[in-house]
């Protein structure tokens, strides 16, 4: 079983549209949880980090589920520029950050 | 706002020869890591390094590859005998824990091609 896993998409969706992606991860250990966002052939960049409560980050939200190692991130109202790859990325507590493979997200006008 | 940098933006190689690939983590960052991505899949840890040893590292990151802290800012991956597979960005991080946030943060990477 792959430790973090994505469905790699692609999801196209229309401006506007709410799009939702989904992780799973097979640590039940892991300790932090986090969505970078990727531009094709630029560095991973923090988009947010996941809290047991969920957090929202203005259109943004997380959802963690450690019962069933689940992770989630909803876009609402999407915009053009939020075309990309969303990783899911783990630590495991060892400082040792795991990705996922990476959900590609292209937002149509 | 303090980055991760890294150098070179572009490294080209020949098979077999040795290059050193540069980082520069955050001032007050304690962890530092390297990570690469072969083109179109997906990032893979190589190593984690603190208190100037390695604390992790995974299978890719084998007798070919080192990694150095030479002084108080740099830190450095070094892959000897470069091979055609070698070929990859090469991206390095760092975090800090102890500020209470887990988040480890990314340079801009240095694409590596062995020819």
């Known amino acids: 079983r792959k430790e973090v896993e994505q469905d790699p998409g692609p999801f196209n969706v229309p401006e506007g549209a709410t799009v939702a992606f989904n992780c799973t991860y097979s640590?039940?250990?892991?300790?932090?949880f986090f969505w970078y966002r990727q531009d094709c052939r630029k560095e991973p960049k923090l988009l947010m980090s996941?809290?047991?409560s969920g957090n929202e980050d203005g259109r943004f939200t997380a959802q963690l589920n450690r019962a069933s190692q689940y992770i989630s991130l909803l876009i609402r109202d999407s915009k053009l520029s939020d075309s990309a790859t969303y990783l899911c990325?783990?630590?495991?507590?060892?400082?040792?950050?795991?990705f996922g493979t990476g959900t590609r997200l292209k937002v149509l006008a | 706002e303090p980055e991760v940098t890294q150098t070179p933006s572009h490294q080209v190689t020949q098979m077999g020869q040795e290059v050193i690939l540069r980082c520069v983590p955050i001032?007050?960052?304690?962890?530092f890591y390297w990570y690469r991505q072969i083109l179109g899949q997906k990032v893979e840890f190589l190593v984690s390094?603190?208190?100037?040893?390695?604390?992790?590292k995974s299978e890719i990151f084998d007798d070919q590859f080192s990694v150095e802290r030479p002084d108080g800012s740099n830190f450095t991956l070094k892959i000897r005998s470069t091979k055609l597979e070698d070929s990859a960005m090469y991206f390095c991080?760092?975090?800090?824990?102890?500020?209470?946030?887990?988040?480890?943060?990314f340079g801009q990477g240095t694409r590596l091609t062995v020819v």
């Open positions: 991080a760092s975090s800090n824990p102890g500020q209470g946030s887990t988040e480890a943060f």
């Open positions: 640590n039940s250990a892991s300790q932090s």
């Open positions: 996941v809290y047991s």
């Open positions: 990325v783990v630590n495991e507590g060892t400082y040792k950050y795991i």
């Open positions: 001032s007050n960052h304690l962890y």
């Open positions: 390094f603190y208190n100037n040893e390695i604390s992790e």
